[in-house]
């Protein structure tokens, strides 16, 4: 008899238990079953955080010994300080958490005054070039792994990386304004500007302007390439860049932010576990970048998107954050609206994805008639970037579902 009470003991004072049907029974035991996989599952996924952790410094430390030689015999052949770039670098094979960059219609970095751009040759001179004899004009994904290791810890104890005699302070100026240039360009302008960081790094890898340019440099080829291992490889490799960068440079804004972005593009393909973690760094680093330069425009936008992001989390994600995290991370649509509007504050008409997000919250809270105006103000910008376009399309569906 279905869900009969039976004595589970003789006699008085007996206590009665439910008799399930078999049915019943079966589907209990595959629940059961799928919470303990479950669990075994993010059980699996905390060790590998802890064993990552573990063995960070080892691998840190493992990479510089293993290249410090080879750094030591290329000093010994003299380079120019400011090495040209080919045209045809960029042929060889292509080597955010989802927060990326964020391109917006500004500049995120200054160069340093006072300098011209020194980049008047042609590209039949550039052709004419001779190759190094390390090949470090084929930007390749072996390249990017090979050349990413180099250490800041390889600059001589006795000597301080911050000075430069007058012919590389120079060279660094002009490099530092060339490389924002070529980072606000095109795609063949990214490439470029990539390839020519990469090639002066060993004359700079101990200059902060220069690192952080360097990593954000990785982050510009992250987004150009489709393939996922070459897209991974970038965001480590610019990554990387940085770790040691902000032991010595804590009160950088830009090492901060860049930091950030590329740890959320190094965590796309990985596990929500792994995401949700990636997300936890991505806000501290953020909100340290905020403290450190509070009137830039570009860290409210990338705040808000986490925001955003964090007000949106699926059923599961959510179930994963509060399995694994004793304060979770939380932020409201509302919280997103704030920094996004702070960003027009600062630089009206930042960005048409800024704008775009706006009527997104604007909708979310059911203010209709200024998520339409938000919607307007977004179609006058023109769109220059990838994430553009994608705001674009997001327009069309949303004028779209309101046509309805």
């Not at 303990?36 to 990552?52: G, Y």
């Not at 410094?57 to 290329?74: D, F, K, N, P, S």
């Not at 425009?297 to 509060?322: D, N």
């Amino acid at each position: 008899m279905s869900g009969a009470l039976i004595p589970a003991d003789a006699g008085d004072g007996a206590v009665s238990s439910v008799l399930l049907r078999q049915d019943e029974q079966l589907e209990v035991l595959e629940r059961l079953d799928f919470v303990v996989r479950n669990v075994v599952e993010l059980r699996k996924e905390v060790e590998e955080l802890r064993n990552s952790l573990q063995h960070l410094a080892v691998e840190i430390v493992g990479e510089v010994r293993t290249h410090l030689e080879e750094t030591q015999r290329m000093t010994r052949r003299k380079k120019l300080p400011f090495c040209r770039d080919r045209s045809d670098s960029t042929g060889s094979s292509s080597i955010y958490f989802t927060a990326s960059s964020g391109n917006a219609n500004t500049d995120d970095g200054e160069s340093e005054g006072g300098y011209s751009t020194a980049n008047a040759e042609s590209d039949y001179d550039r052709e004419s070039e001779q190759e190094s004899d390390d090949g470090e004009d084929d930007v390749s994904c072996d390249t990017v792994k090979t050349v990413r290791r180099d250490s800041l810890e390889l600059a001589p104890e006795d000597e301080s990386p911050l000075l430069l005699d007058s012919t590389l302070e120079e060279g660094l100026g002009q490099l530092l304004e060339q490389a924002d240039r070529l980072h606000n360009g095109d795609e063949q302008d990214k490439r470029e500007g990539f390839q020519l960081l990469l090639n002066n790094k060993l004359a700079y890898a101990g200059q902060q302007e220069f690192l952080w340019r360097l990593a954000r440099a990785h982050s510009d080829m992250w987004e150009l390439t489709e393939d996922a291992d070459e897209r991974r490889s970038y965001a480590i490799g610019g990554k990387e860049e940085l770790e040691l960068a902000l032991q010595k440079w804590d009160q950088s804004a830009e090492c901060h932010q860049w930091f950030a972005i590329l740890y959320g593009q190094m965590s796309e393909y990985e596990s929500i576990p792994k995401r949700i973690q990636a997300g936890y760094i991505f806000k501290e680093h953020i909100d340290k970048a905020i403290a450190l330069k509070p009137q830039d425009p570009q860290l409210y936008y990338l705040l808000g998107r986490w925001c955003y992001q964090v007000a949106h989390l699926g059923w599961l994600e959510k179930r994963t954050v509060s399995a694994l995290f004793e304060v979770p991370p939380t932020a409201t649509v509302q919280d997103a609206l704030q920094n996004f509007l702070r960003v027009e504050e600062l630089s009206p008409g930042f960005s048409k994805a800024g704008r775009v997000y706006i009527a997104k919250c604007y909708r979310d809270l059911g203010d209709t008639s200024a998520a339409v105006l938000w919607m307007d103000l977004a179609s006058e910008l023109p769109g220059n970037t990838k994430e553009d376009a994608e705001s674009e399309r997001e327009l069309e569906e949303m004028r779209s579902e309101w046509e309805e």
